[in-house]
T-cell receptor, first 115, second 111 residues
Framework: GAGVSQSPRYKVAKRGQDVALRCDPISGHVSLFWYQQALGQGPEFLTYFQNEAQLDKSGLPSDRFFAERPEGSVSTLKIQRTQQEDSAVYLC???FGDGEHYEQYFGPGTRLTVT | GQNIDQPTEMTATEGAIVQINCTYQTSGFNGLFWYQQHAGEAPTFLSYNVLDGLEEKGRFSSFLSRSKGYSYLLLKELQMKDSASYLCAVRDNTNAGKSTFGDGTTLTVKP
């Protein structure tokens, strides 16, 4: 079956622009996670949804970052007024359960470059 | 919070065995994951440990000691395709979903 998909795969934004990154999780997966991964580092947790409820957004670096999952399936990560330090790969992952031991399935990521 | 340490780089020879260590200091613990990430690709799940001991899955095994805050990933019969970054991640029991990742160990397998 289809895995986690993300779009766009690559995004170049000028500093100050708003961007929206989309994640389509595996059908039926309850949990959805967003991570930010800088070059040479591990993924850093941004936020977590269980169905449509955002249960943890403690990793969002500033109020310029906003995530939603209105119908409990597709999720969008929005970054307003992008800054150069926002340049990174944004990974989305989904898992079947409520975050208990079920492994996370990652999408290919969106590489964001802010110029 | 969580603090996770793993070596930055390792090199091994095709056909050999390599052990990648991970140590963690946590405010809570609800399982440890190992993921493999090839350059430019998404991480893929390798193993999960929540109780002490060894979990074996084919050429890959993972060990956990909760009292020592220590895990390792053992890769046997190394193949060139095993060249990748190996990420250790700890799940926090204070929040059902949040996992903290280490920065990964880049393994290079040489002929």
């Amino acid at each position: 079956g289809a895995g986690v998909s993300q779009s766009p795969r690559y995004k170049v934004a000028k500093r100050g622009q708003d961007v929206a990154l989309r994640c389509d999780p595996i059908s039926g997966h309850v949990s959805l996670f967003w991570y930010q991964q800088a070059l040479g580092q591990g993924p850093e947790f941004l936020t977590y949804f269980q169905n449509e409820a955002q249960l943890d957004k403690s990793g969002l670096p500033s109020d310029r970052f906003f995530a939603e999952r209105p119908e409990g399936s597709v999720s969008t990560l929005k970054i307003q007024r992008t800054q150069q330090e926002d340049s990174a790969v944004y990974l989305c992952a989904s898992s079947f359960g409520d975050g208990e031991h079920y492994e996370q399935y990652f999408g290919p990521g969106t590489r964001l470059t802010v110029t | 919070g969580q603090n996770i340490d793993q070596p930055t780089e390792m090199t091994a020879t095709e056909g050999a065995i390599v052990q990648i260590n991970c140590t963690y200091q946590t405010s809570g613990f609800n399982g440890l994951f190992w993921y493999q990430q090839h350059a430019g690709e998404a991480p893929t799940f390798l193993s999960y440990n929540v109780l002490d001991g060894l979990e074996e899955k084919g050429r890959f095994s993972s060990f956990l000691s909760r009292s020592k805050g220590y895990s390792y990933l053992l890769l046997k019969e190394l193949q060139m395709k095993d060249s990748a970054s190996y990420l250790c991640a700890v799940r926090d029991n204070t929040n059902a979903g949040k996992s903290t990742f280490g920065d990964g160990t880049t393994l290079t397998v040489k002929p």
